[in-house]
Structure formats: structure tokens, C-alpha cells
Nanobody
Framework: QVQLVESGGGLVQAGGSLRLSCAAS????????MGWFRQRPGKEREFVAV????GDRTYVKGRFTISRDNAKNTVFLQMNNLKPEDTAVYYC?????????????????????WGQGTQVTVPS
């Protein structure tokens, strides 16, 4: 079992930056691809970014940066030039690495564990 806890959210003015963290406990993340998703008000959850278990591959939808530190069992989402449309609850998720594909998971159903989310608010 993996427990994920996000932190780093808050209220930031447009154009500002935030760095979200996702700390894991219960098991090493070194064999898990890690993703970030968000749910904007009144919208469905959407994919934001993913990083491979080893950290050598990433896929990001938009202008954010994803990184990880397996020694600290933590994944990060660096968000720069934030806009009001980035207002959302941000979730991290862990999915067991699939050795039979080089594709990184982008659908929620491909992930096994989820954090509780952290709120990011960018006022207009």
C-alpha cells in the first residue's frame, strides 16, 4: 500500500509560481510512474503531467515541470506563470510501472494510488 500526501498549494497571484510536492510512504516509489492531475471547479479531472519510475522520461500537458527524487520518495510539480484557469485541486497519483510499454500513463484508471489533493487558487 502506498500513501500519498500532496503539499505546497495555496493562493498565488497571476504570473506567480508554486511548487507542489507529493510525499509517499508505505512503499518505495522507485517502481511507480508518478502523475499529477487536477480538477477545476465544475470540470472533470484532467491529466497534467507524468514522470517515469526512473525519472528519465516525462510528459507534460502545458507549461509545468514534473520531477522526482526517489531517494526522498517525493515527486514535484513546478508551476510557473500561473493563470486563473490553473485554479484547481491538484492530485498526485502512483501507477505501477508497466515493463511492456514505453508509453507513460495519462488516464486516471492507469493509476493505483491517489493523494487527497491540494488546492491551488489563482485569482482573476
Amino acid at each position: 500500500q502506498v500513501q500519498l500526501v500532496e503539499s505546497g498549494g495555496g493562493l498565488v497571484q497571476a504570473g506567480g509560481s508554486l511548487r507542489l510536492s507529493c510525499a509517499a510512504s508505505g512503499r518505495s516509489l522507485s517502481t511507480y510512474d508518478m502523475g499529477w492531475f487536477r480538477q477545476r471547479p465544475g470540470k472533470e479531472r484532467e491529466f497534467v503531467a507524468v514522470i517515469s519510475a526512473s525519472g528519465d522520461r516525462t510528459y507534460v500537458k502545458g507549461r509545468f515541470t514534473i520531477s522526482r527524487d526517489n531517494a526522498k520518495n517525493t515527486v514535484f510539480l513546478q508551476m510557473n506563470n500561473l493563470k486563473p484557469e490553473d485554479t484547481a485541486v491538484y492530485y498526485c497519483a502512483a501507477g505501477r510501472q508497466d515493463p511492456y510499454t514505453i508509453d507513460l500513463p495519462r488516464r486516471g484508471g492507469e493509476y493505483d494510488y491517489w493523494g487527497q489533493g491540494t488546492q491551488v487558487t489563482v485569482p482573476s
